[in-house]
């Protein structure tokens, strides 16, 4: 065969695979889906290490926080922060416990287009969103109950993952230990100690 006709059969065939959808997808890209029990080892002492690596791609974190659920008056407060351990070490997840959550707050970012999230833990409001204009496959959610606001931000999520779901998924694991009953409606504030 001659060159012209061997590039001719190649682009035919290339032709083809487009056009029949038949695309294979990346091996490297791990789509397993996030567990759905939070299970030991954990990161920052609530955060399943598993569901770390799943979301952010990163095997074996560098991790720097702590939360104190004791603070507060029992709503609690802390970050845990993972980082990549080469190259420049960027930071590609961020997890904050606040004792100073609005529902306003949640209702404004849904209302400027952040999706709403399930009830997660019982009296709860929250949203989520993939940061569309991120190079890094970002998405945030945050989800509040009395004042206790819990917020997750993957900066760096990994490509061909549902970003988005992922941080929903996390939530789902990490909210229901790191909310406390102090949050819940009617409860009262005990002093901080």
Known sequence: MTRMRVATVVALLCALALSSGCRQEDPKIDRTPLPTVAAAPYICGYI??????????????????????????????????????????????????????TQERVEKQIKDGARPMSEIVPGSVGYYFKDRGSRRNAAYAMLVRGEAELIIELETGVEGRDNAADVVALMKLIAPKLITDASAPGATMSPSP
């Not at 560098?62 to 922060?81: E, H, I, M, P, S």
């Open 48 to 101: 399943p290490l598993r569901a770390v690596e799943l979301i952010t791609g990163v095997r074996d974190p560098l991790v720097r926080g702590n939360f104190d659920l004791t603070t507060a008056g029992g709503l609690g407060d802390g970050r845990c922060a993972a980082y990549q351990r080469d190259g420049e070490r960027l930071r590609v997840l961020h997890i904050v416990l606040i004792p100073s959550g």
